[in-house]
Nanobody, 121 residues
């Protein structure tokens, strides 16, 4: 099986920065896409940033220019550098991966457990 474990969340003042990490472990043959999603209370889960196996990135309009997604393929790690944070960025942030397990031809979606990001003075 596969585990995705997020870390790096916390409380930060408006204008501050945080770096989220997502560690993927298990019998992974290939990772097609990875992404960061977030969900604030009362809201639907939304895509924040995504990256393909080819390194193509996309961002929610609300975070463009402030957030940067990156991966370390050798370590199966994904990161989200968040700068100029705003109170409206407060949410639980989830790591997502679309991947194929070793010995399988099937693509499967996995989610982490989430990490809380709170932006407040």
């Amino acid at each position: 099986q596969v585990q995705l474990v997020e870390s790096g969340g916390g409380l930060v003042q408006p204008g501050g920065s945080l770096r989220l990490s997502c560690a993927a472990s298990g019998s992974i043959a290939f990772i097609y896409n990875m992404g960061w999603y977030r969900q604030a209370p009362g809201n639907q889960r939304e895509l924040v940033a995504g990256i393909t196996s080819g390194g193509i990135t996309n961002y929610a309009h609300s975070v463009e220019g402030r957030f940067t997604i990156s991966v370390d393929n050798a370590k199966n790690m994904m990161y989200l550098q968040m700068n100029s944070l705003k109170p409206e960025d407060t949410a639980v942030y989830f790591c997502n991966s679309d991947l194929r397990l070793s010995g399988s031809l099937r693509r499967v979606d996995y989610w982490g457990q989430g990490t809380q990001v709170t932006v407040s003075s």
